[in-house]
């Protein structure tokens, strides 16, 4: 009995341990994988893991829409180099009446997901809204990616959700990256497309950051001269631009309020030690403010993620 008992507690703790261990798998549009489509890798991946899955992504073009479902949590997607791993779609709002949320290439639901030296293209064209990038899980990263598109390629949603984008490209035209998140972008370029408006920020009233962007660059393409570094998609956006370069594509007002005079008493624009051409705090619109050094030393990555877990993407 005594042995029964003690072989059975075995078999147990061998299955926990089975369950625990982080799981590695590669997709290879080659067929050199295990797998010859993210898709079919994601939907390999048992629910609710608490131990990374490691997502090892060979170089190649991959034409599909990919889904990250709320289940599968802490998902690691490593790619070969943001130039060789391309996962690209080319949905768009006006088709088949789909609207701007399901135009994605990638929607991210699950928590803890990270993706690195990959790019997300929306093919699509200059045709209307047409989103490479839904990220709507809490605790997302990505570092050394490219986001690719026009119309709101970037969607941060999900007000509860906290992301974190380190030496990221993100291209677009209109309101290319827009949404209710907390997001952080560190040393990102931001590359204009068209004569519009960078960001769309829909940050919720009680919510102290919306997105903050420190040491990034801002370009633009050729003859590209008039962009605003925002306007409020909701009365009570929050985004801050600090320590970055700003090209001669901003114009000297800096920020727009969606022809709505209202917005200007309630979003929240600011800046802090900006350089380059665009840089003219002189000459901004007078509802948005340029911190004081103690005002821009709250802004710290500890203090606009701290919630009920303290996380820290880069810690």
Known sequence: MIKRFVFAAILALQSVAMISQPRHITVASDGTGEFTSVQEAVNSIRAYMSDTTFMHIKAGVYREKVVIPSWVTNLFMKGEGAEKCVITWDDYAGLRNMGTFRTYTILIQGSGFTAEDITFENSAGPVGQAVAVHADGDRAVFRRCRMLGNQDTLLTANQESRQYYEECYIEGTTDFIFGPATAWFERCH??????????????????????????????????????????????????????????????????????????????????????????????????????????????????????????????
């Open 190 to 315: 931001i590359h204009s497309k068209k004569n519009s408006y960078v960001t769309a920020a829909s940050t919720v009233e009680n919510q102290e950051s919306g997105y903050v962007f420190n040491r990034c660059r801002l370009t633009a393409a050729d003859g590209i001269e008039r962009v605003y570094l925002g306007r409020p998609w909701r009365p009570f956006a929050a985004t801050l631009f600090m320590r970055c370069e700003l090209g001669n594509h901003i114009l000297p007002e800096g920020w727009h309020n969606w022809d709505n005079p209202s917005n200007e008493k309630s979003a929240r624009y600011a800046e802090y030690r900006n350089t380059g051409p665009g840089a003219n705090p002189g000459t901004r619109v007078g509802w948005s403010r340029q911190l004081s050094r103690k005002e821009a030393k709250w802004y710290t990555i500890e203090n606009v993620f701290t919630r009920h877990d303290g996380w820290n993407p880069v810690r």
